[in-house]
């Protein structure tokens, strides 16, 4: 993709982001001098692989414990609809709201960019057309009958749900909605030393996230 994305050995941003399932900011601060932390970035709730993710966690976070790892992720949506959501569904992980992508802009996570002619496409500049978007096909849990578009993945998914859309997530989905997702393990010196960011090469792999198996092996190397 074109942005680049921090990797293994460079230093994190500092960040301070709100938190959405406790009182007060999260910054990474937090954790400098006193533990390794994952940072998963997200975008907003209106993408139903991203919510999974978010439950996955809640168990990666458990084995990451064990190895002295904290867990921390990022949502793309503002802090009350966040709130309002994780209410009703709670999440194990802490949770932090940046509804402007902010962090993800900081830790160069790309973000897709539609443009109108396929002579100036190309998903290695994170330049995309919207028929190009309705031609992929993806299924990356495996819950759909068969392999679909985004949109309509996302769509299904949703709908199995009882997930409707607010206002916010339109408008955050208009404004960020080929945002894509990051995870990075930061060391107690505040040091990147693994990375994973979504779609990196292939458009295919939108909406594939790192694996357990994936997080805990990258951790064991710390």
């Known amino acids: ?3 680049n994305p921090l990797g293994p050995g460079d230093p994190a941003p500092g960040f301070a982001l709100p938190a959405v399932n406790r009182e007060g900011q999260v910054s ?17 709730l209106h993408c139903p692989f ?10 990666t976070q458990d084995k990451l414990r064990a190895l002295g790892v904290e867990t921390m992720a990022v949502v793309n949506t503002p802090l009350e609809r966040a709130r309002l959501y994780f209410k009703y ?4 992980v802490l949770l932090t709201a940046d509804p402007e992508a902010a962090t993800h802009r ?8 539609l443009v109108e002619n396929e002579s100036e496409a190309s ?4 330049k995309v057309t919207m028929g190009q978007l309705q031609a992929v096909r993806i299924n990356p849990t495996g819950e759909l009958p068969a392999a679909e ?4 993945a996302m769509e299904i998914l949703n709908k199995q749900e009882g997930f409707e859309l ?17 995870h990075f393990l930061i060391d107690r010196n505040g040091i990147v030393r693994w990375r994973y960011i979504e779609a990196a090469d292939r458009i295919e792999d939108l909406s594939k996230f790192p694996s357990d198996e994936e997080i805990v092996a990258a951790a064991r190397g710390l």
């Open 28 to 44: 990474l601060d937090d954790y400098r001098g006193r533990s390794p932390v994952l940072i998963a970035m997200f975008r907003g």
């Open 149 to 152: 578009n985004p949109f309509v």
């Open 166 to 182: 607010t206002e916010i997530d339109q408008q955050i989905a208009a404004t960020h909605g080929l945002q894509l997702g990051g």
């Open 1 to 3: 993709m074109a942005s």
């Open 106 to 113: 900081s830790f160069g996570v790309p973000a897709g960019a």
């Open 50 to 59: 991203c919510r999974r993710q978010l439950v996955q966690l809640g168990t």
């Open 89 to 92: 569904r709670p999440a194990r």
């Open 123 to 126: 998903w290695a500049q994170g």
